[in-house]
């Protein structure tokens, strides 16, 4: 056999074991990640209402498809100014976000937060997939319209991470919400998960997307594979986009920067990227490093002796992995009070 077929023959070979890889890659996650609950750390501290003096929460539940979605509507006293609707990011639900619920809550407004379908409080036997998160938020946002303590305000959606994702894919179609804030929210539910796996090798990262947005589509059907950049494409509502350059969980790169780059001639968009901030921009720079240090630390402790790392989440010191950046809640706090007033 000549040198060239031999040549052509192991090529063929490699892109069909690359391809494999990526499809085997591509189901692995889907099966992993999707295909389970998320019911929290149980050596993790969740922040309650009760941690933050005067903070009342008043349970709530609504429907969301076929699974209940629990949460709180929480405030502080006196007259509310609006109400916001928060989604949480990925890995338990909205008590890993208490304290800038709190925050928001601090800024005069009545806050909904909740479980989304397979998380903690709420119902549903798994996650399903990240594309369950816009109709959660769409589910929320209706319960908000109706509900006797919140229709009459004027509503805002803020999420961060998967939130941020649900708040830019849901804002375009949840009518009666003026405004939205996304934090460190990715373009694409597949692509996000592929960038993880693969990183730079494009090609493996282009299957393993291909594949999960092939489940997707099996799964969500019509309401499948939504792509942030395109939903917000054509936005006439005010809406601000926060991402950090150094964020190693929703690459900037691949996210923030392509999205921010499709809604420039946008002006209802207004953006912030922090050169010095990774993915929880919400927090100060210190706290978000002391973070991943303490859980690092832990992790690697884990391996050796599952009794000592118990230890160590409990010595955890809690109020500085979750001091906030004033500056960017600050913002935050502008925004709302200029399209909520």
């Not at 903690?120 to 109709?135: I, K, N, P, Q, W």
Request: hydrophobic share 45%.
């Amino acid at each position: 056999m000549e040198w060239w077929a031999i040549a052509l023959i192991a090529a063929g070979g490699l892109i069909l074991a690359g391809a494999a890889v990526g499809v085997v890659a591509g189901l692995y996650a889907a099966r992993k990640i999707f295909c389970r609950r998320y019911d929290g750390n149980p050596n993790l501290r969740y922040f309650q209402a009760e941690d933050f003096e005067g903070l009342k929460a008043e349970p709530v539940s609504f429907g969301s498809g076929d699974a209940t979605l629990r949460g709180y509507i929480y405030s502080y006293d006196g007259d509310a100014k609006g109400a916001v609707i928060f989604s949480h990011g990925f890995g338990a639900g909205h008590t890993s976000y208490t304290t800038e619920i709190a925050r928001l809550a601090s800024f005069g407004y009545k806050v909904l937060a909740f479980d989304n379908t397979g998380c903690m409080e709420s119902g549903g036997d798994t996650l399903v997939g990240f594309d369950r998160g816009v109709a959660d938020l769409l589910a929320a946002a209706e319960f908000a319209e109706k509900d006797v303590r919140l229709k009459a305000y004027k509503k805002a959606f803020v999420g961060h991470s998967w939130g941020g994702f649900s708040v830019m894919n849901a804002f375009s179609s949840a009518k009666n919400v003026c405004c939205a804030v996304a934090m460190c929210g990715f373009d694409g539910a597949a692509r996000v998960l592929a960038q993880n796996v693969f990183g730079r090798f494009a090609p493996l990262r282009a299957v393993m997307a291909w594949t999960l947005m092939l489940y997707d589509r099996a799964v969500f059907g019509k309401c499948a594979n939504y792509r942030s950049s395109r939903s917000l494409k054509n936005i006439k509502k005010p809406v601000l986009l926060l991402y950090g350059k150094k964020d190693m969980t929703v690459r900037y790169r691949w996210n923030g920067k392509k999205i921010l780059s499709a809604l420039s001639g946008n002006s209802f968009v207004r953006s912030e990227v922090y050169e010095e901030k990774g993915h929880n921009v919400y927090l100060t720079c210190e706290a978000e490093a002391l973070m991943h240090e303490t859980f690092g630390k832990i992790g690697k402790a884990a391996r050796r002796d599952k009794a000592s790392a118990a230890k160590m989440y409990a010595d955890v010191d809690y109020a500085a992995i979750t001091k906030e950046d004033d500056s960017v809640m600050g913002l935050i706090g502008e925004f709302l009070r200029s399209h909520l007033s």
